[in-house]
């Protein structure tokens, strides 16, 4: 049988990812494999029409497909996008109908969960026979457990493409709606209270509904409200992977964007995100955006802002956009003051929750109120605590020195009357009938402190 690996790799051959993919084809050799760095050649790949055919036609006289891709801020690089982005603008989404396929991402597991539903997406819209997902860790190949994990996958696929195997689609084809936004006059304007607040967009399209959205949005506030195009900015490529900016934060592009996001975003109070989806996700280029900010590493730069959305297009029935939504503001310990959409289809009630959006978002900035986080953000902060302070410290010096200096280090807690409490506990339940008197009085005692805070307060 004849493979496609579609190598999503900013970092080419050399990219952890791909190497997971040679070890399936040394361990099962007897197949075709023809290999493409889309995400690393992006730029020839859309100007060149015959290397951008050639990859097609390959993907035709082809079995199978292996998506390989790192995952980057919660799904996969943006020259990735970009890539599945032509295809669709382009009308090729047929040289993939009937082929099958399979996702093959490294990651530490932050979000690499969203990462394979997109993508799963991507391929059920492409008709495509997706067959599984391999979410591996960036070592795991390193140790025998992790080899013999991805000998059995390979073979299952392999095996599933022989046998000809109909997997059951996840994603229904996406509804298209050609309602258009009125936006309605906002009567009661708001005191931005001396608060910073900024739409960051990508959109080129001024009569679109995000840019009408955008505009009721602005004129909700008495005073000033910033709009940032990210297509003024001069910003010279996505994320690459290098890894320069872990010393000190410096990107190595040398173009105005770490500016940009330092002089214009970072000192924002409230920061407003407009887009418009486009093919399963936010567009290439916003999502370049989120890529490129990763020259601040793993420091919560959002901590104690006011994070907003404006989504134009079929966000309902991409279900996984919520976690990147939540899930990009709570780990970075910003607020999520709302999301509004367009397609609800309703003029009225866009008006309503975007004015409703602008006065919380004051409202809460004002309190510097940020509501407690979920698993989200709670979960992703554990990750990046873990891994800075272990196997990442000597590439993220400057993730390294921010954690500890504002104590994020938490463990082992010092707390030690709480260490002494339950060793004592934990030798006295022991006793059956220490344990059983223990576990029948532990369903009052744990709300005895809450019960004096209500009456106190």
Request: with cysteine; hydrophobic share 35%.
């Amino acid at each position: 049988m004849r493979f496609i690996i579609l190598n999503g790799s900013p970092k080419g051959d050399t990219g952890v990812t791909i190497q997971y993919v040679k070890f399936i084809q040394k361990h099962y050799p007897h197949h075709d494999y023809v290999y493409y760095n889309i995400s690393s050649r992006i730029k020839t790949i859309e100007s060149n029409s015959k290397l951008f055919h050639n990859i097609l036609s390959d993907i035709k006289s082809s079995d199978g497909i292996i998506w390989a891709t790192p995952v980057y801020t919660l799904f996969v690089p943006a020259q990735y996008m970009k890539f599945i982005e032509l295809i669709h603008e382009r009308n090729e989404g047929h040289c993939f109908k009937g082929k099958y396929a399979t996702v093959i991402s490294t990651s530490i597991h932050f979000y690499d969960h969203t990462a394979h539903r997109y993508m799963n997406a991507v391929c059920d819209d492409l008709d495509m026979n997706y067959i599984d997902y391999f979410s591996a860790g960036m070592d795991d190949i390193l140790n025998n457990t992790g080899r013999t994990r991805l000998r059995t996958f390979a073979e299952n696929f392999l095996n599933s493409v022989k046998k000809k195997v109909k997997p059951q689609k996840r994603y229904k084809p996406v509804k298209e709606n050609n309602f258009r936004f009125i936006p309605g006059d906002a009567i009661d304007k708001i005191n931005g209270r001396d608060k910073k607040i900024i739409i960051v967009t990508d959109t080129k399209n001024h009569n679109s509904n995000i840019a009408r959205m955008i505009k009721r949005f602005s004129e909700s506030f008495s005073g000033s409200v910033d709009l940032l195009n990210l297509w003024d900015v001069t910003i010279k490529g996505g994320c690459t992977g290098c890894l320069k900016c872990g010393y000190d934060n410096s990107c190595m592009y040398k173009d105005s964007f770490s500016d940009f996001y330092r002089s214009k975003v970072l000192p924002a109070d409230i920061v407003v995100f407009a887009t418009e989806l486009s093919h399963r996700n936010v567009s290439s280029k916003f999502k370049e955006f989120f890529d490129r900010r990763f020259f601040m590493n793993h420091a919560p730069d959002m901590r104690g802002k006011q994070i907003a959305f404006l989504v134009s297009g079929p966000t309902s029935q991409m279900p996984y956009m919520y976690d990147f939504f939540e899930g990009s503001i709570e780990w970075q310990n910003g607020n999520l003051s709302g999301i509004v959409r367009d397609d609800t289809g309703d003029s009225d009630d866009i008006n309503r929750n975007i004015q409703h959006l602008a006065e919380s978002a004051v409202i809460f900035s004002t309190a510097g109120y940020c509501r407690p986080q979920t698993f989200l953000g709670v979960g992703g902060a554990k990750i990046f605590r873990d891994d800075v302070w272990g196997k990442l410290r000597f590439v993220f010096h400057a993730d390294y020195k921010y954690y500890k200096k504002n104590k994020l280090f938490d463990f082992p807690h010092n707390k030690y009357q709480s260490r002494v409490f339950n060793s004592i506990i934990r030798l006295l339940t022991k006793s059956p009938r220490f344990r059983h008197k223990f576990y029948e009085k532990i369903k009052t005692e744990q709300s005895k402190s809450h019960r004096k805070i209500m009456k106190k307060y």
